[in-house]
């Protein structure tokens, strides 16, 4: 049993909001480029990316090794496609990535709920030259996330998640952002032979 994940709501409007775009994903218009916004990236192309192929994609299998991942379980919803990572088989405990696409801004935003768990304020982020959000949470369950814009009104989630205290926050943090540039890479076409 996976830890469902969430993304709160401060996530998608953070992300829209640093992208630039308007609520139905087109670029919002833009007088010039700027030093401090980021090169906008060429969308990726996630055609044939399917429940049965989103695990080998998105993290090859000696990526996957590196990681230490003990499980890759494809999973779907309404506009979705994911892969839980796990790190151990210890369900109580558990630990490892998740790695979603989300088709368009609504269902990115239609994972969005208010449980437990304890979020920070979503904060604008940049990843492999492309906008984002991050946000931790706090709660049973540790996590950090990006939602990242990958173009076409579609959008990239990875999530590292740790029973709390075991993992400190910036390690979180830099694991998560780690495996997103990895993902990215390999949707990309560049770097799905290794780590």
């Not at 429940?51 to 494809?74: F, N």
């Not at 984002?132 to 990006?146: D, E, I």
């Amino acid at each position: 049993m996976h830890p469902r994940f969430r993304v709160w709501g401060g996530v998608g409007a953070v992300i829209l909001v640093a992208a630039g775009c308007t609520s139905a994903g087109d670029p919002a218009p833009s007088p010039s480029s700027s030093p401090d916004q980021p090169v906008k990236a060429a969308p990726i192309k996630t055609e044939g990316l399917s429940k049965d192929s989103i695990c080998k994609i998105t993290l090859s299998d000696a990526q996957q090794k590196t990681l230490g991942v003990w499980k890759a379980e494809p999973m779907d919803g309404k506009g979705e496609t994911s892969c839980y990572f796990s790190l151990t088989p210890d369900t109580d405990n558990a630990a490892g990535y998740v790695v979603s696409l989300f088709e368009n801004e609504e269902a990115l935003l239609g994972t969005a709920d208010a449980t437990e768990a304890s979020p920070t304020k979503a904060v604008p982020a940049t990843v492999k030259n492309r906008t984002a959000a991050r946000q931790v949470m706090f709660g049973k369950t540790w996590k950090s996330s990006l939602a990242i814009d990958i173009g076409g009104g579609r959008f990239l989630y990875v999530e590292r998640y740790s029973p709390m205290h075991v993992v400190a926050e910036q390690d979180l943090n830099s694991q998560a952002l780690k495996v997103a540039e990895q993902v990215l890479s390999n949707l990309d076409g560049k770097g799905s032979q290794g780590a």
